[in-house]
Nanobody, 122 residues
């Protein structure tokens, strides 16, 4: 079992930036793919971005591609989501996920953090 703790959320104006962090613990944390999902009020949880265990491969939802980067530091068992040019529609609870690479984009698979609020004001 992998434990995940998110940090770095908050309130930001449209056009601003935020960096989310997710600290992972557990023996297998550094060998798993890591991802970010988000869930806005009244909507289903959706995939945002993911990175494979080594950091060599990254994946993004169309809605954030070009505005977000994802990276990881396996010496710290931490994954980062840098979000730029934020829009009000990015407002959601953001969840960190750890999973096998084959299912990292699936919203009902893997280990999850408790979530962190990101609010973008217009």
């Amino acid at each position: 079992q992998v434990q995940l703790v998110e940090s770095g959320g908050g309130l930001v104006q449209a056009g601003g930036s935020l960096r989310l962090s997710c600290a992972a613990s557990g023996r297998t944390a550094s060998s798993l793919a890591m991802g970010w999902f988000r869930q806005a009020p009244g909507k289903e949880r959706e995939f945002v971005a993911a990175i494979n265990w080594s950091g060599a491969s990254t994946y993004f939802a169309d809605s954030v591609r070009g505005r977000c980067t994802i990276s990881r530091d396996n010496t710290k068992n931490t994954v980062y989501l840098q979000m730029n040019s934020l829009k009000p529609e990015d407002t959601a609870i953001y969840y960190c996920n750890a999973d096998q690479i084959a299912t990292i984009t699936e919203a009902d698979s893997g280990s999850w953090g408790q979530g962190i609020q990101v609010t973008v004001s217009s």
